[in-house]
C-alpha cells in the first residue's frame, strides 16, 4: 500500500498543516487489522504522527495489548495502557493524533456512540490540537472507504483524499 494523503481544511490541526499523510507503513497495520472474518475481534489503537512545515504525517498506529478487551463490536481500551503509550510516542518525538477502530462492514461509518465517545475523548483531552482525528478501518481493500474525520467537541468533518 502506498502513502495516502488528504488534504486539510484551514487550521483543522494547526495554523500551517495542509495535508494530512498517512505513511505506508502506518497504513500497511491498519489494512492488517480489517475484521475480515467473523471471528475477528474489533481492533484498535491510537494514530501517532510528525509536524512538518506544511503536513501531519501518521507514521505509527498501535494495536490492542494483551490487556485489551476485545469482542466483535465492542472495543474497550486500559486509560492506564493509552496514556503510557502517548507519554512512550512523545519522548519518541511522536504526536498523539486521535485514536482508530475497525468495523466489520465494507464501508465503515461512525455508530452514534463512536461519535459521542470521540467527542468526549476531545472535550476531556489536554491537547493542542484544535480537533482529533477518528479513523474507522472496514472490510474493503480501497483507500477510498477508509473513514478519516476531524472530530472536536462539538462536530465530526469527514476527510476525503485529493
Ligand atoms: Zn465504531
Redesign the pocket.
Known sequence: MTSLIYPLPACALGRTFKRLVFDARALDTLYSERQLKPSQP?SGGQLLGTFSDDAVQIVTVTIPSRDDVRSRFG?ARLQATEQAEIDEAFSAGLHYLGDW?S?PEYK?S??S??VITAKKLFRTSKSELRNFLMV?VGTSENASDLYVALVNGRRVRRLTQI
Open positions: 474489533e472495543f477502530h468495523h465503515p461512525p455508530s456512540i463512536d474507522i
